[in-house]
């Protein structure tokens, strides 16, 4: 069964340091990998996504994520938080080829202090 | 909210009895789908529909249904509403299968006492 592990509950960061947040995957197919921001009383923003090509993936509001194939993960990056980057993150992906869904990981909750 | 409206925002209602939540987008995409959101659990898929009349179980689609009759809207309905169903709803919306991004609603928080 295809599923997506977010192994930290909540990342703790100083503004101005470089922020990651861990997304890995189990899939038997193609994946295709997404990652969303959910600010409180919102609903989810899109961020970027991987289909397919260059595996760093650039998007928006300076953050980048890296597909590594081999790790099968697909780790969320910036290189200098914000205090208003706080927020719940989520990682998502779809196997290419079939009807499948969009798997959510269980989301992290990411803290920037200043 | 890339044209999507929920409503309603928020509701409470008592056990036992029927809730329709409603979901409207103004982009004229084809795919539309209804995810809860529990707190460990991230998002998951209760219903989503491909079309007009169209429709398919997610994973978990147990006690809801769902309607779509025309384009712009998806349909929501706890016929028989209970407790396990408070949570947070979440429609989405695309415009193609595999690759395309789904663009979220504002939600809904449903309590059942």
């Known amino acids: 069964a295809q599923s997506v592990a977010q192994p930290e509950d909540q990342v703790n960061v100083a503004e101005g340091n470089p922020l990651t947040v861990k997304c890995t995957y189990s899939v038997s197919g193609n994946p295709y990998l997404f990652w969303y921001v959910q600010y409180p009383n919102r609903g989810l923003q899109f961020l970027l996504k991987y289909i397919t090509g260059d595996n760093l993936v650039k998007g928006s509001y300076g953050f980048e994520a890296e597909f590594n194939k081999s790790q099968t993960s697909f780790h969320l990056k910036k290189p200098s938080a914000l205090v208003s980057d706080s927020a719940l993150y989520f990682c998502?992906?779809?196997?290419?080829?079939?009807?499948?869904?969009?798997?959510f990981g269980k989301g992290t909750k990411l803290s920037v202090k200043p | 909210d890339a044209g999507i409206t929920q409503s309603p925002r928020h509701k409470v209602t008592e056990t036992g009895t029927p809730v329709t939540l409603r979901c409207h987008q103004t982009e004229n995409h084809r795919y539309m789908y209804w995810y809860r959101q529990d707190p460990g659990h991230g998002l998951r898929l209760i219903h989503y529909?491909?079309?007009?009349?169209?429709?398919d179980k997610g994973e978990v689609s147990d006690g809801y249904s769902v309607s779509r009759s025309k384009t712009e809207d998806f349909l929501l309905t706890l016929e028989s509403a209970t407790s396990s169903q408070t949570s947070v709803y979440f429609c989405?919306?695309?415009?193609?299968?595999?690759?395309?991004?789904?663009?979220f609603g504002p939600g809904t928080r449903l309590t059942v006492l």
């Open positions: 529909s491909y079309g007009v009349k169209d429709t």
């Open positions: 998502a992906v779809r196997i290419g080829g079939s009807q499948g869904n969009l798997i």
């Open positions: 989405a919306i695309s415009d193609g299968w595999e690759t395309d991004t789904q663009y």
